[in-house]
């Protein structure tokens, strides 16, 4: 017998582990990377001169982020004592999850969710659990038909990655007024600043108007700090509490927060950021129609692209974009084998993507 030691819960062993979106190509001599949803502008400059400027390496980070989580709440308007900061959201969701489904209770998430609610759950003995989507947007009817006693926490990504889809903020309440009082909604809102849909929540006003919804955001997306993994949560007194309880003493390092507190207060540099989204957003979605290609709708940084069947398949797509250095992402994890993700890039970017798939597909 094998005296290998084994992890307390048996479901870490069928975790398949995350891989990010690839960022390098053997033999490529240029390297487009549309593969991670990453803001094509960069980090503001402020936040940059900010890490110039620091030189406290030696010195531990502020454990309760407090600086930061006081900017954060100067430019959201929200109270900086329900605010939590993480090393990238992903570090809070994973800490939501260990807290309130543990040991045995359920994750719900909509099938075409992200991958890390399904990778913490099994990490923490949880059991994750899919709802169908319609159109590949989330389906509150499913949600609310998948909910057991055993139910703890329901994930809803708005928008959502890797499909581009949301919901409105009618249905999020409608969500969230027919869950149990014992299950937490968590939004996951980690696009929110490229949505510009009046009919959009974020998550927020649930947030004030309930005790058991929590609302995650990141710095990793429109404000270019990906590298520095920061993110927060918004959520009531008790659920703050609980994960101030389990975090780490010093989860954010101090260059993430001296970053992020630059970053959050140059509100110019995300307009502009957004700016260049949103025109992207009209401008390539026609064109990619064009080559006989279907693109659903997006209200994120990036587009979901379907391919026909046979020598025009994704996968033939992916390898012949990756031999002349463009990468996308291949969705096929997400149950999407048949789709591409493609981030927005810069101009010249996005016309070699097009100019590369006009190739592909002629």
């Known amino acids: 017998?094998?005296?290998?030691?084994?992890?307390?819960?048996?479901?870490?062993?069928?975790?398949?582990?995350?891989?990010?979106?690839?960022?390098?190509?053997?033999?490529?001599?240029?390297?487009?990377?549309?593969?991670?949803?990453?803001?094509?502008?960069?980090?503001?400059?402020?936040?940059?001169?900010?890490?110039?400027?620091?030189?406290?390496?030696?010195?531990?980070?502020?454990?309760?982020?407090?600086?930061?989580?006081?900017?954060?709440?100067?430019?959201?308007?929200?109270?900086?004592?329900?605010?939590?900061?993480?090393?990238?959201?992903?570090?809070?969701?994973?800490?939501?999850?260990?807290?309130?489904?543990?040991?045995?209770?359920?994750?719900?998430?909509?099938?075409?969710?992200?991958?890390?609610?399904?990778?913490?759950?099994?990490?923490?003995g949880a059991i994750p659990v899919t709802a169908p989507e319609t159109g590949l947007c989330t389906d509150v009817d499913a949600l609310l038909a998948a909910v057991t006693p055993r139910t703890k926490i329901v994930f809803v990504a708005n928008p959502n990655n890797p499909t581009g889809s949301y919901i409105t903020a009618a249905e999020l309440k409608r969500l969230r007024d027919g869950l149990p009082a014992h299950v937490i909604l968590a939004v996951d809102s980690a696009y929110a600043e490229y949505v510009?849909?009046?009919?959009?929540?974020?998550?927020?006003?649930?947030?004030?108007?309930?005790?058991?919804?929590?609302?995650?955001?990141?710095?990793?997306?429109?404000?270019g700090l990906a590298g520095l993994r920061v993110g927060w949560a918004y959520g009531p007194e008790g659920i703050v509490d609980i994960l101030n309880r389990v975090r780490s003493p010093f989860n954010v390092s101090s260059v993430a927060q001296v970053a992020g507190i630059a970053a959050v207060r140059d509100q110019a540099h995300i307009a502009k950021a957004r700016a260049h989204n949103d025109a992207c957003l009209k401008s390539l979605p026609p064109k990619l129609s064009a080559l006989g290609l279907k693109v659903y709708p997006s209200v994120g940084n990036f587009l979901l692209i379907e391919f026909p069947e046979g020598k025009h398949c994704a996968e033939n797509a992916n390898d012949f974009l990756l031999k002349r250095g463009v990468i996308l992402r291949a969705v096929g994890n997400y149950g999407l084998p048949y789709c591409l993700r493609a981030t927005i890039g810069?101009?010249?970017?996005?016309?070699a993507l097009l100019e590369a798939l006009t190739e592909f597909m002629a």
């Not at 307390?8 to 033999?27: E, F, N, R, T």
């Not at 999850?97 to 994750?107: K, L, R, S």
């Not at 974020?202 to 005790?211: C, I, P, Q, R």
């Open 1 to 124: 017998m094998s005296s290998r030691p084994l992890p307390q819960h048996k479901s870490i062993l069928d975790i398949a582990p995350y891989v990010g979106g690839k960022s390098s190509v053997a033999g490529a001599k240029q390297i487009i990377k549309l593969s991670s949803n990453e803001t094509p502008l960069g980090a503001s400059p402020k936040a940059i001169d900010a890490l110039r400027d620091f030189d406290a390496l030696h010195r531990y980070p502020d454990g309760g982020c407090t600086l930061l989580r006081n900017a954060i709440a100067e430019v959201h308007g929200l109270p900086a004592e329900r605010i939590v900061c993480g090393a990238g959201s992903d570090e809070l969701i994973g800490l939501l999850i260990h807290a309130y489904a543990g040991n045995g209770g359920e994750v719900l998430y909509s099938e075409h969710g992200f991958l890390m609610y399904k990778i913490y759950a099994q990490s923490f």
């Open 346 to 351: 810069l101009d010249a970017e996005n016309k």
């Open 196 to 223: 510009s849909e009046l009919d959009y929540s974020n998550g927020e006003a649930l947030v004030d108007s309930t005790d058991n919804t929590v609302m995650f955001r990141t710095f990793s997306k429109i404000y």
